[in-house]
């Protein structure tokens, strides 16, 4: 009986052995599943990162410390874009205190846009009837709506290379575009006094001051006064030839002898010479034969 004990006692142990051997290979096999599913998890995220990091170079390029505003301006729109200038021009803060160097908000935005011509109440009276998207070129000229606007840029900045250069505020400075400029174009917007004339610009990536000399928007010719269209005349009725009938002509009768006394007498009185004459030529025809 006791060997037969021991027996059952050894095949109960082996079913237990076996049993957790199974357990265990169970668990083993979860284990993996999850290991396999983190590794694929963390190869996942790694793609991602991958393709989020150069995104996040890009957005942050134009965050840098030489500019006026250490990030520029934010929008996508020339209505996001003005209330994006007016908000950093009445904090009148650069943003700086995000910058890993500086560490801290320059509160000069004010003063380096005056320079630029802007004031208080025209940076509160902007909007989208007055201030434009356009573009500013190296050579310095900006363009809006496909026109000329202004010529001879100058940029300020918070760097200096010498020569150049001009003092606009405490750190910061000016040059001309052609002096230095990194880009062949940059976004700006420009704001348009009540004449059309460009006051000043700011840089969208950065929000430099840019001033310029601006030029005069040329005055529209009024339209043409339709002339009047003449009334055509009205064809002349043709005259009809006038037929002259000959009048005959009455012959003047020839006015008779008078025939009164005083005629009557000289008749008489030619007749009686007459013929006395008359009978003295025949008397004397007579007494001569």
Not at 198 to 205: N, P, Y
Not at 259 to 264: A, L, Q
Request: charged share 15%.
């Amino acid at each position: 009986m006791r060997r037969r004990h021991g027996r059952l006692t050894k095949l109960k142990l082996c079913y237990i052995m076996l049993t957790l051997t199974l357990i265990g290979r169970v668990e083993i096999m979860r284990i993996m599943q999850k290991t396999r599913m983190l590794v694929v998890g963390a190869l996942t995220l790694g793609v991602l990162a991958a393709s989020v990091i150069p995104a996040l170079k890009v957005s942050a390029a134009s965050c840098d410390k030489v500019n006026i505003v250490y990030c520029g301006l934010n929008g996508s729109s020339d209505a996001t874009y003005i209330s994006s200038f007016k908000s950093l021009y009445n904090s009148n803060k650069s943003g700086h205190a995000s910058s890993p160097t500086v560490k801290k908000d320059y509160t000069d935005i004010q003063t380096v846009y005056a320079w630029a011509g802007a004031t208080p109440a025209i940076v509160n009276g902007m909007s989208t009837a007055n201030t434009k998207v356009g573009t500013l070129y190296r050579d310095g000229h900006i363009v809006v709506d496909g026109k000329t606007v202004a010529t001879g840029a100058w940029v300020s900045a918070r760097f200096t290379s010498g020569s150049g250069f001009t003092t606009v505020s405490d750190g910061v400075w000016a040059r001309k575009t052609t002096t230095s400029f990194a880009n062949a174009t940059s976004k700006v917007i420009v704001y348009f006094n009540s004449s059309n004339q460009m006051v000043f610009a700011s840089m969208v990536e950065c929000a430099n001051a840019v001033k310029a000399t601006p030029v005069k928007p040329e005055t529209p010719k009024p339209p043409k006064t339709p002339e009047t269209p003449k009334t055509p005349e009205t064809p002349k009725t043709p005259v009809t030839p006038v037929t002259t009938t000959p009048t005959p002509v009455t012959p003047v009768a020839t006015e008779l002898p008078k025939t009164g006394p005083e005629s009557v007498l000289g008749l008489f009185a030619g007749t009686s010479v007459a013929g006395a004459a008359a009978h003295h030529m025949i008397s004397k025809r007579r007494n001569r034969k």
